[in-house]
Structures are given as C-alpha cells and as structure tokens.
C-alpha cells in the first residue's frame, strides 16, 4: 500500500512538474512567439541604422531589411492569440497591413533609381501606424492601457 502511495505521488509530482506547475502551454508558447518576433524586429532595426548611407547598395540593403521587416510582420499577424487576448487580433493584422503598405510604398519611393519625397512620406506615416499598433499590443500583454487619445480598444 505505501508502495502505491509513493507510485501515486510522484507520477502527480511529475505531472506537475512536467506542466511547469499549471502554467498553460497555449500562452507559454504565445508568449515565446511575441519574444522571437520582439527580438527579431529589434535585430531588423539595428541592420536598418548600421547601413551606412553613403554606401552604393544602401538603397537594396535598406529595402531587403524593409522586406525582411514585412515577413515578420505578418508572421506576427498569423499568430494564434489565446483567448483572453483575442481582443488584439485586430491590431496584428492591422500592423501588418500597414507594414505590407509601407514597405510597398518605400520600394516604390526609391524605385528607376530616383527619389520620390511624397510616396517615401506616405511609406513612413503607415510604417509609424504599424509601430503604434505593436506597442499597443505589447502594452496590453504586459497589463497595462494605452494612455492614446486616438484609440479605442473593447477588451
């Protein structure tokens, strides 16, 4: 009988263990996944600022981090947020749409080896709305609201 006692408590002792002490894995894996496309929006950023601008392939080397950017964008937006954040689904996709569209306008800006100022401005005001939306979305993951005035979100 005290056999069975210890048999049972330490297949539940490694039950628990192995389910990281009830820690859903859904949002565990969520959670990692917002981590891996944080770090990756970060390593894109700084490829962006160490292009040296003087350099003959700055352009195409701009252009392919902007690329790169946008594929990670709408890795983000294909993320399966869990339950109680399904509420930001919106603003991923939205991000993404945006990010598709400025990356689109800047190739467009910088396309038949000219510069055109218009479609480059038009390319960064929806490159900072998908950035608005990301930092929205990482605000509400950490527990806090957004403190924009121009923004309405239904929990």
């Given amino acids: 009988m005290k056999n069975k006692v210890r048999m049972l408590f330490a297949a ?33 950023d700084t490829s962006i600022n160490n292009i040296d601008a003087q350099s003959e392939n700055a352009i195409s080397e701009l252009l392919s981090c902007l690329d790169e950017l946008d594929l990670a964008f709408q890795a983000f937006a294909r993320l ?3 339950e109680e954040f399904d509420y930001l689904e919106e603003l991923a996709d939205e991000s993404s749409q945006y990010m598709t569209e400025a990356v689109s306008s800047y190739h467009d800006a910088y396309s038949n080896n000219s510069y055109d100022q218009n479609t480059a401005e038009y390319a960064k005001s929806n490159y900072s709305r998908a950035y608005k939306r990301i930092q929205i979305i990482i605000t509400c993951l950490h527990g806090e609201k957004p403190s924009d005035a121009d923004l309405t979100i239904e929990y």
């Fill in 12 to 44: 539940v002792l490694i039950g628990i263990l192995l389910t990281a002490c009830g820690e859903n894995p859904e949002l565990t894996q969520f959670r990692n996944s917002v981590d891996e496309f944080c770090t990756k929006i970060s390593e894109i």
């Fill in 80 to 82: 399966d947020f869990p």
